[in-house]
Structure formats: structure tokens, C-alpha cells
């Protein structure tokens, strides 16, 4: 029983397969961009979404967007969108935030 096939083709350069298994390899990159790694490396081999899907205990739109998405934008693609929301209170840099200099222990 095969399903669908896809829209997307994924040819890899040698570059982009070798930073791909860079990425797979690497212990202290980021979980997400390893599991997108995967999906792709995977899916230029010649494997279906839905295969991946199964393996990789991934939904499968989610598959299909990553696949998508390094189909338009490449390793560019790989990296999570600018979120929306209201900017972090305090900086990371660990500077004063505004009016925290007003802050006292009890």
C-alpha cells in the first residue's frame, strides 16, 4: 500500500548533506533543528512523509511543512520563525530591564 506521492523533490548537495549530518551528530544543538535534520536527510533519501512521520513519531504536517519549507528557503528554511508576543521583562544579557532599579528585597 503506498501513499500520496509527494510535490516536493529534495536534491542535497554535498555541502548541505554534510551540514545536515553535522547537525544529527551534533549533542548540543538544539532538539528541533536535529529532528528537522532528520526529517530531511530522510526525505532526500527517498523515504515518504508518511514513512517519516511514522518513524520519527512526528505528525505528519508537520513533516510535510519542514519538507516544504526546505524546498522554498534550504538550510535557511530549517530555522524557527520570529515568534509574536510581548518582548521578556527582564534581558537575558542580565542588564537592568526598565523600572527594575526600583526593585527591593523585603
Known amino acids: 500500500m503506498h501513499g500520496r506521492r ?9 555541502t548541505e548533506r554534510a ?28 523515504e515518504t512523509i508518511a514513512a517519516i512521520s511514522r518513524d520519527l513519531q512526528a505528525p505528519r504536517h508537520s513533516v510535510r511543512k519542514w519538507v516544504k519549507r526546505f524546498c522554498q528557503k534550504r538550510l535557511q528554511g530549517l530555522h524557527d520563525l520570529p515568534r509574536a508576543g510581548r518582548p521578556p521583562v527582564f534581558s537575558p544579557g542580565g542588564g537592568v530591564a526598565r523600572r527594575q532599579d526600583r526593585v527591593r528585597a523585603a
Open 6 to 14: 509527494s510535490p516536493f523533490q529534495i536534491e542535497l548537495s554535498e
Open 19 to 46: 551540514q545536515l549530518q553535522q547537525l544529527v551528530r551534533c549533542t548540543t544543538a538544539p532538539a528541533g533543528k536535529v529532528q528537522r535534520a532528520r526529517i530531511i536527510l530522510r526525505f532526500a533519501s527517498g
